[in-house]
């Protein structure tokens, strides 16, 4: 009992990755300093939202030394009430190389099915020069900020007769609304020929049901083939089944509840 993918929320962003590249800056000593961001790119998920943003010197000073970093508006796609820095001043401490700022991602601003760039521009002191990258982007995605819930398929032999929705404490359907006619009957036949699938979302907290309907009255249990549905809770800290049913479905509907806080 299958269908494709239709509502899958990035958390890129699983989007849930870090990344970065990045090249070893030549610490030659002498004067005067060379600046350069550490990274080419860095990629933000949901999973870790605040990430630092570092700015190198090619030597050490007796003294603190304040490097301001901009934002490049025409280069960037980013929206500004999706990320905010701790400061535009960068602070290489007296004695090292390296200062940082830090920059978070509010994931519950980013619109669906979208993904930015933030281009940070780097204002050169005028008794420095350019290292390396005078500039650096900052790459994120849409990403579910609720709670992320899978649901695994597997189907019996006969798929067609499968067919299934989500409704929330309010009886309204939150997921499957392709699987129900404008009356709200069920729709079969959208997992003909398919033998397992999984479909995401994003759900607030709450409680939910998920329904399943086999339309000749014997679920997918067990005379002909034995089909199960999984219901997952994604997160940063791991995996959690919730819900688990194979040869309870044996009849027309069955009823499942689950809660998400």
Known sequence: MRYKNKYITIIMLAFILVSCEEDLIR?????????????????????????????????????????????????????TDEYSFSSFQVVIPAGKFIGTTEITVDFAEVPDNIERELVLNLEIPSNGTL????????????????????????????????????TNSDNLIVGGEENVDADGAPVFGNFAEVDSFSDTFCFPNGDYTLILIDAFGDGFCCDFGNGSATIISNSCSGDEVLEEITSDFNVQILQVPFSLN
């Open 27 to 79: 610490y030659t000593g002498g004067n005067p300093a060379s600046y350069s961001f550490k990274n080419e790119t860095q990629v933000i998920g949901v999973c870790e939202p605040t990430q630092q943003v570092a700015v190198e010197s090619t030597i050490k000073t007796d003294s603190d030394r304040s490097i301001t970093v901009s934002i490049d508006e025409e280069a960037s796609s980013a929206e």
């Open 131 to 166: 290292n390396t990258r005078g500039n650096t982007t900052i790459e994120y995605a849409s990403a579910c900020a609720l709670n992320e819930v899978t649901f695994d398929f597997v189907l019996d032999d006969y798929p067609e007769e499968f067919s299934y929705i989500i």
